[in-house]
């Protein structure tokens, strides 16, 4: 089962993909995709034979999975060679597989959606990556 935020409507909602299509979930749901989560296994399961009213894919506004985290996100960069391959390319180098795993975080203010503007700011960075 694939889960999405997005709106639709002038809503917020918590959706379930299916193939172009996305059901749109009851508030028993979950009102929020942290609602659902918290529920566990056992909702899940209940969520999955949940019925709702069914739009196209093209006729919502995905949003962040998980639009408000309650903590900042933690992160691995170039978790598989051909990420780190990819990354190193792009900017010219060579690839070297890092010995130790590379972990950072994200603030939960730099959460955006799929299409929304991500801002730059040329007096803070000169270098952006488009993860």
Known sequence: MRLVTCRYGGRVRVGRINDAAITLLPRE??????????????????????????????????????????????AIGWNYRAHAHESATAHGNTASIPEAPVV????????????????????VTTQFDWE
């Open 104 to 123: 950072f975080t994200k603030n939960v203010t730099s959460v955006t959606g799929p299409r929304d503007d991500i801002p730059l700011d040329t007096e």
């Open 29 to 74: 749901a979950g009102a929020t995709m942290l609602d659902v989560i918290e529920h566990g296994p056992e909702h899940w399961a209940r969520i999955a034979q949940l019925s709702g009213e069914t739009v196209a894919l093209t006729a919502v506004e995905l949003c962040a999975p998980i639009p408000q985290p309650r903590k900042n996100i933690m």
